[in-house]
């Protein structure tokens, strides 16, 4: 079990691609997705596959328990999969000593742009990169979650502007 | 992934016991519970843990996914599980070729023994002994999920009785 520390930005403009490091196509989907816990199934380059399971309601802070499963039942699970399957891309951009994951939506969320930094206590302070759009780190609308499970734009109010 | 295809019944009297073969114990709860589907955290003799997905709508046959995880996870899961962890003591009992579980519940479920048999195909035809009393195959009632999540008795009208 490990805690979950993150802040979370829209992402304004292509600066960021210029640093980006390495990239990965991620594809994955809810087998479960309650008030203060989800099951996420996510596959990664279409060759492993991972269980992660989320608990608890703290803004900035969940336990986490994940385990690595075989690719095919991953196939499986996101067939059953509540809401949408979210496919997007995974750059990973250092910026200043910290890592930023940013992540390009395709499908039902393409022309979103998410950002999104790990931090080790809530007291870290990472350097923002002047490519920041707004912080929607809580903002439970962003949330891979709400993404794949309330994906409505117009009644939710998802805004891609950042 | 597995498809799992069982008969289960009430159990009448102690006949069983003599030709019980094996017990362990199990702890178990849901950590998410829907219509269609389940996650479920389950110790075994406190000394391996296992996590279950089961999703589907068919009464005889689910989707099964099933992963070994780490005791001391499993044991974190359970404190966050929905409902009451459920603890019963399970006897493998044979007859005429096929192995019965006969799963008898401590806790808020005292007094309620169920017998179970997986058979390999729809079709499959297993001898009943006579210890069993009446079906419930198919009553979600006196399923694991329900029996966890849906613990009033008298407002589902479960009853011990076979």
Redesign the interface.
Same mark, same amino acid.
């Given at each position: 079990?490990a805690k979950e520390i993150e802040r979370k930005f829209l992402v304004r403009g292509e600066a960021w691609r210029s640093a980006a490091e390495s990239k990965s196509v991620l594809k994955q989907g809810y &087998?479960?997705s309650?008030e203060d816990?989800s099951?996420r199934v996510r596959i990664l380059d279409e060759k492993t596959a991972r269980?992660t399971?989320k608990?608890g309601r703290g803004t900035l802070t969940r336990?986490e328990?994940e385990?690595e &499963?075989p690719v095919?039942?991953a196939e499986?699970?996101l067939e059953?999969a509540i809401g949408v399957v979210i496919e997007k891309t995974r750059y990973r951009v250092p910026y200043e000593g910290f890592v930023w994951e940013v992540d390009v939506f395709a499908g039902a969320h393409r022309g979103l742009v998410i950002a999104e930094v790990e931090m080790q206590t809530e007291t870290d302070n990472p350097p923002l990169p002047t490519w920041l759009g707004r912080e929607v780190t809580g903002d439970f609308r962003y949330s891979n979650q709400a993404l794949a499970t309330e994906f409505e734009h117009d009644r939710h109010g998802l805004s891609h502007t950042a």
């Open positions: 079990m &087998i479960a309650m816990r099951v269980l399971m608990i336990d328990f385990y &499963i095919s039942d499986e699970l059953n």
